[in-house]
């Protein structure tokens, strides 16, 4: 059995990871990697194959940094060819970027069986492409592995038949399992006790009365406790263009890390504030509170656990619910997302 696996993003470099490595264990198949280039930058792209072991990939689309039609278009009929050439039994994609999106696309095109990793997520905001990207790669799957059963609800909800749906677990409880007794500091030195956050959602770096709020917010947190941020491209060019005194402020800055940088920070920091959707479960798997900067999110059993609090993107408000979650105790008793066995019960199910 042969399988494309279709990656870009650097979330996806590691459920990839542990996915690769499922396929490698099982006899009889063979796992294609086809990276889309939608994420290129060292510290992005390079770093995580090289810290993860994942296969190096046979093809290299380098696309990138086109309008969203335009690159998912570019995708798509780059994609096409290889299909045709490699002749798959299967097509994988993880998420919900426009990598996810062409790929999908392509295998249908091709007729090739599609299989979506971490399907039935909502956030039921319409105006964010990653939610048009994982409805409508969930729409044409021919199997759909959820990691919760409230993704699940939401695949029904929408028609889907439940033929075509698996409940795995979700495949990042695999990696963080898997990968973090190799945690390892970043480069730069880390303050004793510190926040940990991350920003990069256009909503929020693209809108400068939003970014100044999200930033007034951090500034005064890292009086109290500083926070650590890893600075992604776009959040920096944002905060440039704007002047933001870089020279002045409390908050401290350090290069974007790879995944093993990355535990290490959630297993020693306080607490999470984070627009990322991923960072959000990686903050439960390592027992940390964390706060959402954004307005909704799709990992609801989070919230209605008090593991996650959706604190939007007012000053006052992430200031006022970050001092109350630094005193919380850290009671993690729930067990979700699995048993960090979710890339072996997806490969038997393709191999099915």
């Not at 994609?79 to 249908?108: C, H, M, N, Y």
């Not at 006790?193 to 959602?201: A, D, G, K, N, Q």
């Not at 970014?211 to 500083?226: D, G, N």
Request: with cysteine.
């Amino acid at each position: 059995m042969k399988i494309v696996t279709v990656i870009g993003a650097r979330p996806q470099f590691v459920k990839a990871a542990v996915f690769s490595h499922a396929v490698q264990q099982t006899s009889g198949m063979e796992e294609i990697l086809v990276h889309t280039g939608q994420h290129f930058d060292a510290n992005m792209s390079q770093l995580f194959f090289d810290q993860l072991g994942l296969p190096v990939p046979k093809y290299n689309l380098n696309v990138h940094s086109l309008p969203h039609e335009e690159m998912v278009e570019t995708m798509r009929i780059a994609l096409e060819e290889i299909l045709r050439e490699e002749q798959p039994d299967w097509v994988v994609v993880f998420g919900d970027t426009d990598s996810t999106l062409a790929g999908a696309l392509s295998a249908k095109e091709c007729g090739v069986r599609l299989c979506h990793i971490e399907a039935g997520l909502r956030s039921f905001n319409e105006a964010m492409r990653e939610e048009y990207n994982r409805k409508e790669t969930d729409r044409i799957s021919d199997l759909l592995c959820c990691p919760t059963e409230l993704a699940v609800n939401n695949l029904t909800n929408e028609g889907i038949p439940k033929e075509r749906i698996l409940v795995t677990g979700d495949i990042m409880k695999d990696a963080a399992l898997h990968y973090r007794a190799l945690a390892k500091p970043p480069q730069e030195t880390l303050p004793a006790v510190f926040h940990l956050c991350t920003l990069h959602r256009a909503e929020n770096t693209d809108d400068p009365d939003i970014l100044r709020q999200l930033m007034t917010a951090l500034e005064h947190i890292s009086h109290t406790i500083p926070v650590v941020m890893p600075l992604h491209p776009r959040t920096r060019q944002a905060l440039a263009a704007h002047g933001f005194p870089f020279g002045q402020t409390a908050i401290r800055f350090i290069e974007p890390v790879g995944y093993l940088e990355m535990l290490y920070l959630l297993q020693h920091c306080r607490l999470v504030l984070t627009d990322s959707g991923g960072l959000q479960k990686e903050a439960y798997f390592s027992h940390k509170y964390c706060l959402t900067l954004r307005r909704e999110t799709e990992w609801m059993e989070l919230v209605n656990r008090h593991y996650n609090f959706i604190v939007g993107q007012q000053s006052t408000d992430i200031i006022r619910m970050a001092e109350i979650m630094t005193e919380m105790p850290g009671l993690f008793t729930d067990d979700l997302y699995g048993d960090g066995h979710t890339a072996e019960m997806i490969v038997e199910a393709l191999n099915c």
